[in-house]
């Protein structure tokens, strides 16, 4: 059964790196792609980028500067890094397998920019 | 970037209608382009993927068609547990790109 699994801080003070983990079991990596998407509270999904089974990434160019997705394939795990957080950032943050449609997501994990 | 626009935003219709969610790409996508629901406090659920290729277990009340930039859903028959908000997205190029979503609710 395809599982995936987000974890994160939860609450992250502006200008700060946030930092996310995707941990998935029943896929390999290497031969599947995770996107990151994430949803503001109360509004609607906002795809942030893909890391490919080849281990290449694409980012939404209105983040690009900010963000990077790795993968550490012995450990299953896929990692979302985003600098300069501001308050608009705070959302759901979820991660999904690629494969013939996003299917299954995570559970995703909350994130509040807040001082 | 290609902008998905997704019509209405919000619907009431009753149980045992046929709806009809529409979303339009602001140039060719192809076939490249999923359907999603999401109800309150739980993860998107993959509905069509393709444009109208029905994922593993979800019912065949639920039909994508469409090509090039308009993409259409339809329920057949809507019953209580499809109110949700539905989006599509689209994958033909990068950035993917969601709508904003139509919300549906029981009249």
């Known amino acids: 059964q395809v599982q995936l699994k987000e974890s994160g801080p939860g609450l992250v003070q502006p200008s700060q790196t946030l930092s996310l983990t995707c941990t998935v079991s029943g896929l390999s990596l290497t031969s599947n792609s995770v996107s990151w998407i994430r949803q503001p509270p109360g509004k609607g999904l906002e795809w942030m980028g893909v890391i490919w089974s080849n281990g290449g990434t694409d980012y939404n160019s209105a983040i690009k500067s900010r963000l990077s997705i790795s993968r550490d394939t012995s450990k299953s795990q896929v990692f979302l890094k985003m600098n300069s957080l501001q308050t608009e950032d705070t959302a759901m943050y979820f991660c999904a397998r690629n494969r013939r449609g996003m299917m299954p997501w995570g559970q995703g994990t909350l994130v509040t920019v807040s001082s | 970037e290609t902008v998905m626009t997704q019509s209405p935003t919000s619907m009431s219709t009753s149980i045992g209608e046929r709806v009809t969610l529409n979303c339009k790409a602001s140039q060719s996508v192809g076939i490249n382009v999923d359907w999603y629901q999401q109800t309150p406090g739980q993860s998107p659920k993959l509905l069509i993927y393709?444009?109208?290729n029905r994922h593993t277990g979800v019912p065949d009340r639920f039909t994508g068609s469409g090509f090039g930039r308009d993409f259409t859903l339809t329920i057949s028959n809507m019953e209580a547990e499809d109110l949700a908000v539905y989006y599509c997205l689209q994958y033909g190029s990068i950035p993917f790109t969601f709508g904003s979503g139509t919300k549906l609710e029981i009249k």
């Open positions: 393709g444009a109208s």
